[in-house]
Each structure stands twice: as structure tokens, then as C-alpha cells.
């Protein structure tokens, strides 16, 4: 058996790494299949942009709050459990929606579904942390935030094509049902220490963090978020973009040109299949430049700056009334340059506190869940107010300015590891590793 398990080249870290992918691929179809069925839902519920925009928040509510008590949780229950719980929320919530008829009953699953979600990402990062080693945490966060882009591009053509065959009722349910069935994967697959997993080995152990998981480290709150305030500024800043993105590109192109529901779908899962590749290409231009110049700070640093202000040339275009064509190409960059923001953030999460890193991931992921609270209601206000998505993009620039200014104060190369350095050893090793970078 032990020479079976060698063979393979399908080792358990890679298992482990494509469960997690599953999970970002269904939980983003399920956060973002609202938007295009936005446009049935408006019509059968009699909903205006307003209105619906405070259905796009009602998920971003719950996300916002339950961040960081979900993370701290998580930290104390392990991944195992506090995926499988998220799991189950999630996809009750999206089935509960299939099942809404009227404002109240939706407003009511998209609380559930953002409930479930909201401790999803930190909880995998604190996974990862677990099962990655650290010069692989870029790349292994965008890979995990790839496929997660990758459900946001498919869900357009698949929730519209569902909706096109039977009806945006049995779209939420038939989705809701295959994430309860990947529960039941990850608590089959997964285990919280490594060494635990059948299909691990020697070699794999071996290039592991030897300890985060395994020592309870005490929690001070007061250092922690001072290391982690600028890198939540940042994940506002990109939230903001993000989720004027997944949120309202149907409704944009519907609106704004006039198109279908099928034409929408297709001009917006070609944007959202950009940022599939920009989120790989970040965290992997992210680790390549950590591995040739040893500077964790700079690697980090350069990328998030480069995906801000890169998209400002694309938003351009946006006020100069351009063909649908042109308006989707200018996206598309705009969203690929945006997404090189992603695997670095989260991998500076997991840098400064790996022995709480969904407590950590949770404290930066909570500028992610403000900004999608805030974003969709005032979109949709400026939109009917305005009659036009000009302001949207202006006000969108100015947050792509913001994002590098308060990046500057990012210092993953000054790790938070819940006590002083001289007093534990862990402490002082992962110091010297850190140094050693």
C-alpha cells in the first residue's frame, strides 16, 4: 500500500487543494446566481433597482457580521467542522431561495446564505495555512480564488440557462442541492491535521508547517489588528470593485444596451472568465517574485498596487458611450487587473497570524463584506436616481485610487504570532523562517 501511495502522483496536499477549489467554484455560483437571475426575480416579484440592490445586500449584511466571529470559531473548531456547518447553511439558503415569493421570503434566504458563507474563505485559508507550505500559500490562494472567479464566469450561462429550460425557482434549488452534496465530500476527504490523512506521506509531512495547528496559541486582539487594519482597508477598496462586478453586470448590460438575458450572460461570463486568469496569474507572479528576491513585503506589495491602478485606463472608456462590444472588453481588462489584487491579500492574511489564520483572514475579509453591504443599495440608488451608470464607474476610480495608498502600510514581512518572539519557540522559529524569506 505504502508503495502505491508513493507512485501516485495525485498526492493528498493536491486532493485537499482541489476539494477546496470545488467548494470556491459552487460557493461563488451561489453567491452571484442571484445577480443574473435578477432579471426574472425583478419582473416576477415586481422589484425595482433599489430594491433589489438591498436583495444584493441582505446577503453582504450577514456576511459583514458573522466575519470575524465566523473566523474566530473556525480557529477554535478547525476547518473540518466549520466548512461542513458553512456547507450546509449555504446551501439551504440557496434552496430556500428557489422556494421565495415575494421581498421578505428572499430577503430571508440571502440572510441564510450570507450567514454560511461568510466564514467559508477564512476558514479554507486556515486549511491551507495547515496543508500548504508557505512559499505555495500564493499560489494555493489563487488557485482556490481562480475557481471561485471561474464560478462567477459560469454562472451567468448556467443559472440562465437553467432559468431558459424550467424556471429561476428550480435554478436555486438544483444548485442548493449539489453544495449540500459537496458536505458531504469534505467531510469524507478532509482532515484537520495532516499527518491524520490516509493518503498522506513522509515527503508531504515533511514540507508542511510542522506546528501551526497543533499549539494554541493565545489571542491578543490589540496587535493583531493593528498589523491587519491596512490590509482591510485594501479589501474594501477591492470589494467595492469586486462586487460591482459579480453584482450587476447582467442588470448593466440588460439596462444599458438593451440586451436579453441570454446576450447579458454572455458579455458577462466573458469578463468574469478574466478574472479567472487574473487571480492565478497574481498569486503565482506573487510566490515567483517572494522566491527570486526573498523580499515578502515587496512581492505582496507590488501586485496588489499594479491591480488598482492598472483598471483606471479600462474604466476610461465607460464614460465615452462605447459599443457593447468595446463596453465588455474594457471590463474584462479592467476585472483581470483587478483580480491580481486577490491571491496576494489573502496570502498576507495568512502571513502575518498562520496560527490564527481564519481569524486573521476573517479581520481583512471583513472590508470585503462592508463594501459588498454598502455597495449594491448604492448602486442601484445612484443608478434610478442618475439614470446612468457613469456615476458608478466614477466613484469606482476613486476607490482604485485608494486601494495602494493604504497598501503602502501592509507589512507581512512583520508577522503577529500572538506572543513575543522570545518566549516560545515556535515563535522564534517562525521568526528566523520568516527572515530566512
Given amino acids: 500500500m505504502e508503495s502505491i501511495r508513493r507512485r501516485s502522483r495525485f498526492s493528498a496536499t493536491t486532493g485537499v487543494l482541489v476539494v477546496l477549489c470545488i467548494m470556491s467554484f459552487l460557493m461563488y455560483v451561489d453567491r452571484t446566481n442571484i445577480s443574473t437571475a435578477a432579471l426574472a426575480i425583478r419582473r416576477d416579484l415586481h422589484l425595482s433597482n433599489s430594491q ?18 465566523g473566523g474566530f470559531i473556525g480557529d477554535r473548531l478547525g476547518a473540518r467542522k466549520m466548512l461542513a456547518v458553512c456547507g450546509v447553511l449555504w446551501g439551504l439558503g440557496t434552496l430556500l431561495t428557489g422556494f421565495a415569493g415575494g421581498l421578505a421570503t428572499l430577503l430571508l434566504a440571502r440572510f441564510v446564505v450570507g450567514l454560511g458563507e461568510s466564514p467559508i474563505v477564512p476558514a479554507s485559508a486556515r486549511a491551507l495555512t495547515a496543508w500548504m507550505e508557505p512559499e505555495r500559500r500564493g499560489f494555493s490562494q489563487g488557485i482556490t480564488h481562480a475557481c471561485a472567479r471561474l464560478g462567477n464566469a459560469s454562472t451567468p450561462i448556467l443559472v440562465a440557462g437553467l432559468i431558459t429550460a424550467f424556471s429561476w425557482h428550480i435554478a436555486f434549488i438544483l444548485l442548493g ?32 508547517p510542522a506546528k501551526v495547528g497543533k499549539t494554541r496559541v493565545p489571542m491578543r486582539w490589540a496587535p493583531l489588528l493593528r498589523a491587519l487594519w491596512p490590509a482591510t482597508v485594501v479589501s474594501f477598496c477591492h470589494g467595492w470593485i469586486l462586487w460591482f462586478f459579480l453584482n450587476w453586470m447582467p442588470s448593466f448590460f440588460a ?24 487571480t492565478t496569474l497574481g498569486g503565482w507572479l506573487s510566490d515567483l517574485m517572494f522566491r527570486k528576491t526573498g523580499n515578502i513585503r515587496r512581492s505582496r506589495q507590488t501586485l496588489i498596487t499594479i491591480g488598482f491602478l492598472a483598471p483606471i485606463v479600462f474604466f476610461v472608456p465607460m464614460f465615452l458611450h462605447p459599443s457593447a462590444t468595446l463596453a465588455a472588453f474594457s471590463l474584462a481588462a479592467a476585472l483581470f487587473l483587478s483580480e491580481l489584487v486577490t491571491a496576494p491579500l489573502w496570502a498576507v492574511a495568512m502571513d502575518l497570524a498562520p496560527n490564527h489564520a481564519a481569524t486573521s483572514s476573517s479581520i481583512m475579509n471583513t472590508g470585503l463584506g462592508i463594501a459588498a453591504s454598502v455597495s449594491p443599495p448604492l448602486v442601484g440608488w445612484l443608478v434610478d436616481t442618475m439614470h446612468s451608470w457613469e456615476p458608478v464607474f466614477a466613484l469606482s476610480m476613486f476607490f482604485l485610487v485608494l486601494g495602494p495608498i493604504a497598501a503602502h502600510w501592509i507589512r507581512p514581512d512583520r508577522p503577529y504570532l500572538g506572543e513575543p518572539e522570545a518566549e516560545t519557540e515556535e515563535a522564534g522559529g517562525f521568526a528566523a523562517q520568516m527572515d530566512a524569506y
Fill in 52 to 69: 433589489l440592490g438591498i436583495v444584493f445586500s441582505a446577503f453582504a449584511l450577514t456576511y459583514a457580521l458573522a466575519m470575524i466571529p
Fill in 177 to 208: 442541492a449539489a453544495s449540500l452534496a459537496w458536505v458531504v465530500l469534505w467531510v469524507w476527504y478532509y482532515r484537520d491535521n495532516p499527518a491524520d490523512h490516509p493518503g498522506i506521506t513522509p515527503e508531504d509531512i515533511a514540507r508542511l
Fill in 255 to 278: 439596462q444599458a444596451y438593451h440586451l436579453n438575458i441570454r446576450h447579458s450572460a454572455v458579455f458577462s461570463s466573458g469578463i468574469f472568465l478574466s478574472g479567472v486568469v487574473g
